[in-house]
């Protein structure tokens, strides 16, 4: 095969391993210059592109390039500015071409409920009967299964009218909001309802007023049986929009259909509301979501870990809860970031791991083994070191246990040392078993040395800086 049916076959190969997003961002103007020797060498259009895959994609580059060639050894990456301008390959393209049917966004506000009358989609894995329930959202969740009831069955007033939750981003309230509307149309399909946002709400009312459709718009709303609204404090200062809602809601309230609005605070609190409109908002019951205390954490990543076919140790799970303190949308991202290193790097998560992930994710944030957060070294035992160090330099972890005398080896695996002994409190001789039997004077030699650069060269300062943030050390 020439170096370009190598390059295809490649990518055909990592078809499932990477999106097609991720493919036109960093491997659609990428191409293979040279294969010589047992190495390849990749070329990239732009500097940040090389970079990015040299961090990012380098191993399953390379682990999919030995599929297709097995005597390929070593991955190389260069800049070649002109392919910026170049034309992809039209045949690797086709490898990752978007479907003449695409699916339908989740997003997208598609979803038809009557004639004429629509809503934002909702995720159907959101139900009430998966919301995971806690100290911090124990009574919001009661609220919401009050309102339920009263909404399936036509014979009922509603209990709650307007029912109001409020809390910080990312503690649960999109799912409560999307799962009363899931299940409310699940038990009784005939109920009409419509779940939208703020700003598709706010949008709605100029292209009404534009086109000159205001009276089609106000029908439209006005004859749901559940309304639900996320996020209103987007409206303060919208003098026009506030107006629309406060007639909108005046009609559903006298004809007793429910109303549910959620925002990041309390009515009382949201400054550039109109004071009538904060004043029907305050008419039935408002709930707070509150950051779940750590068993519920747990139980929360447990859920969402089964949804998504992950196995993830107790101790893996313990981890996350503790390192996830104000916003559960965080627990989606690490979730997303585990299953990414799972498929395309075959990594299995432990706290080592997902630590790095969290860096990723938030470098200034301070990483806690333990739920006291007394603990803060992710690192336990010599092979923890060895694993970070190696995977850092990437270098063998077993050439740092080796004898090799090479500078590039060499270097590194004093690093090593002098990570064992300050994190780990190790002796030099405990040190020495653990690194091939190595005499206790070489490791106390090679700290020194080590400790020494790190005084007088900072690319040595930030290597043990970066490594000691990986193993979450202070």
């Not at 190790?426 to 040190?431: C, K, L, T």
Request: glycine share 6%; net charge positive; hydrophobic share 40%.
């Amino acid at each position: 095969m020439n170096k370009n049916e190598v390059w295809r076959a490649v990518l055909d190969r990592m078809q499932g391993k990477i999106s097609r997003m991720e493919f036109h961002t960093w491997f659609k103007k990428v191409k293979i210059a040279e294969i010589s020797g047992g190495a390849v060498l990749l070329a990239c259009p732009t500097e940040m592109n090389k970079n990015w895959l040299q961090s990012k994609y380098s191993s399953v580059i390379l682990s999919n390039l030995q599929a297709v060639m097995p005597e390929i050894e070593k991955l190389y990456l260069k800049v070649d500015l002109s392919l910026s301008d170049a034309e992809p390959d039209p045949v690797v393209a086709e490898v990752f071409q978007t479907p003449k049917n695409p699916r339908k966004l989740p997003n997208k506000p598609e979803a038809k409920i009557d004639n004429g009358l629509t809503t934002r989609i909702t995720q159907k894995r959101f139900s009430l009967s998966n919301f995971v329930v806690g100290d911090g959202n124990q009574f919001a969740f009661a609220a919401f299964e009050a309102v339920l009831q009263t909404t399936i069955d036509p014979k009922l007033p509603p209990k709650y009218n307007p029912l109001f939750i409020y809390g910080g981003v990312g503690l649960g309230k999109t799912h409560l909001l999307q799962g009363l509307a899931n299940d409310a149309r699940e038990k009784n399909p005939d109920l009409k309802i419509i779940y939208t946002t703020s700003e598709r709400f706010m949008n709605e009312i100029i292209n009404a007023i534009r086109n000159r459709k205001a009276d089609e718009l106000r029908k439209k709303y006005r004859r749901v049986d559940l309304f639900v609204l996320d996020d209103v404090q987007f409206f303060e200062g919208k003098d026009k929009t506030q107006e629309e809602l406060f007639n909108t809601f005046n009609d559903l309230f006298e004809f007793k259909k429910q109303v549910v609005f959620s925002a990041d605070r309390p009515p009382s609190e949201l400054v550039g509301i109109s004071d009538r409109l904060r004043s029907r908002m305050g008419w039935g019951l408002q709930v707070d979501v509150q950051m779940p205390n750590f068993e519920t954490r747990v139980a929360i990543i447990r859920e969402k870990a089964q949804e998504r076919g992950l196995l993830l140790s107790p101790d893996v799970q313990e981890f996350i809860a503790t390192n996830v303190r104000t916003n559960l949308r965080e627990i989606e991202n690490i979730l997303n970031q585990i299953s990414a290193e799972l498929d395309i790097n075959k990594i299995s998560p432990t706290p080592q791991s997902v630590g790095k992930i969290l860096r990723r994710l938030n470098p200034e944030r301070e990483i806690s083994v333990s739920a006291d957060g007394k603990t803060l070294s992710l690192a336990r035992s010599t092979d923890d070191v060895i694993t970070i160090v190696s995977d850092y330099f990437q270098i063998p972890a077993t050439s740092l246990l080796g004898d090799s005398r090479k500078k590039e080896i060499v270097y590194p695996r004093q690093i090593a040392w002098l990570l064992c002994k300050d994190i780990l409190n190790m002796s030099y001789e405990a040190i020495g078993a653990d690194f091939g039997g190595k005499n206790h004077t070489t490791i106390m030699h090679g700290i020194k040395k080590i400790k020494k650069l790190k005084r007088t060269d900072s690319t040595t300062a930030r290597h043990i800086h970066a490594l000691k943030k990986d193993l979450g050390a202070k």
